[in-house]
């Protein structure tokens, strides 16, 4: 059972980005990703984690046997994780409250990790990265989609990084000008792969999806 939350300016915003999220389903975007989430999250098998599930949009994705773990940070996000779990007939799921940078799972335990649409919004990346790399067994394998900056110089970076602050506020930390593929070149991995696509959504169209393996 969720416990209620003091009524103030930070918990308001997330209470309305969760009810947001609930209802931004069945989209342009989620058309622009389906194929995409298919082919990475098809094969999923064991223990797998997912950092900031939101509302659960990606659990349809997931083969049903799977030992589901959710970290997500925003506690008005769970009552529809957990309706959306229920509804598909998961039965070995674990909602934590917790952040990105705090993974609360023990060491060398997780065949993967999955994100989509988190990394943007973690303070620390490169912190967050190593925390998925610790939780990961050897050869587990960081399954992501996520939006990211667009080439420097170009109008819509210009764009991005303008409206940084007010777009942080209204998207729960969000940063729309985050150059990703970086943190993830530089993590270790011991391998990586990733293709830039563009999502049918304004500000935020730049994108990567791919795998990085422990």
Known sequence: MVKSQPCNCANCGKRLFAWMMSLDRGGEYDKAVHDRKQSLFGSLNGNVLEIGPGTGVNLAYFPKNINWIGIEPNPFMHSYLKQEAEKLGFNNIDIRTGTAEGIDAEDNSMDAVVSTLVLCSVPNLSTTLQKILRVLKPGGRFLFIEHVAAP???????????????????????????????????????????????????????????????
Do not use: M
């Open 152 to 214: 420097k110089k170009t109008l819509l970076r210009k764009v991005q990084s303008t409206i940084r602050p007010v777009w942080k506020l209204v998207g729960d930390g969000c940063h729309p000008d985050r150059e990703t593929w970086s943190a993830l070149d530089n993590a270790g991995f011991s391998n990586l792969n990733y293709e830039h696509f563009r999502a049918p959504v304004p500000i935020v169209s730049p994108h990567i999806a791919g795998v990085a393996t422990k």
